[in-house]
């Protein structure tokens, strides 16, 4: 049953200490996104990748947070120096796109890692 | 950005009764998508559909993509217990060439038996 896999499930961390997301994608897949959902922003995509290259991280604060693909099993994202603000449930995610000649959108989601920042 | 508007924001409704919630876009989505989130869990893909005009069932579920491809609608016949999440649209926008997905706010779907 292949799904994408993300750790840690929860972290507790204090404010302006370094936080690190993990993601390992569906093998196969060849693009990998990272979103982040809030009460009141809702899911917001944040960066992805395509064959482990960034394609947009325009949704990503870039003075504090960094996402990199170190191999196409790992897709890191990482947060230095965290504030409370950055508290959300940080979702990875992965596709197949394009899936040959074929137009595919679909994404399929990690369970999150939810983050809190005290 | 583009945005989605997705409603209604809530449902309670009974057990065993037809839903329908939509979502529409001020700009053109090539492609959409519907996601059920279930409590601590990621969204888990429903339906996907890539055509204007598109009408695709899955089980219970049909979706459509409006000729317009600005909207799309997700209807729930016989609603059971395990319907019970909350239900995102999510959009493809055509212009750019980006590939990530903008999603609506969703709609929180309650059942009572």
């Known amino acids: 049953d292949a799904r994408v896999t993300q750790t840690p499930r929860d972290k507790v961390t204090e404010m302006g200490q370094e936080v690190t997301m993990r993601c390992q994608p569906i093998?196969?897949?060849?693009?990998v996104f990272w979103y982040r959902q809030t009460m009141m922003q809702g899911l917001e995509l944040l960066a992805y990748f395509r064959n482990r290259a960034p394609l947009d991280d325009s949704g990503m604060p870039k003075d504090r947070f960094s996402a990199e693909m170190p191999d196409a099993t790992l897709a890191t994202l990482k947060i230095q120096p965290s504030e409370p603000r950055d508290s959300a449930v940080y979702f990875c995610?992965?596709?197949?796109?394009?899936?040959?000649?074929?137009?595919?959108?679909?994404?399929?989601f990690g369970q999150g890692t939810r983050l809190t920042v005290v | 950005g583009q945005q989605l508007n997705q409603s209604p924001q809530s449902m309670f409704i009974q057990e065993g009764e037809d839903v329908s919630m939509n979502c529409t876009s001020s700009s053109i989505f090539n492609t959409w998508l519907w996601y059920k989130q279930d409590p601590g869990e990621g969204p888990v893909l429903l339906i996907a559909l890539y055509k204007a005009g598109e009408l695709t069932s899955n089980g219970r579920l049909t979706a459509q993509f409006g000729i317009t491809r600005k909207d799309s609608f997700l209807n729930i016949s016989a609603s059971i217990p395990s319907d019970v999440g909350i239900y995102f649209c999510?959009?493809?926008?055509?212009?750019?060439?980006?590939?990530?997905?903008?999603f609506g706010k969703g709609t929180h779907l309650i059942i009572q038996p």
């Open positions: 995610a992965s596709g197949l796109v394009p899936d040959g000649d074929r137009v595919n959108a679909e994404a399929f």
């Open positions: 093998l196969g897949h060849n693009t």
């Open positions: 999510a959009g493809r926008f055509s212009g750019g060439g980006a590939d990530g997905l903008t």
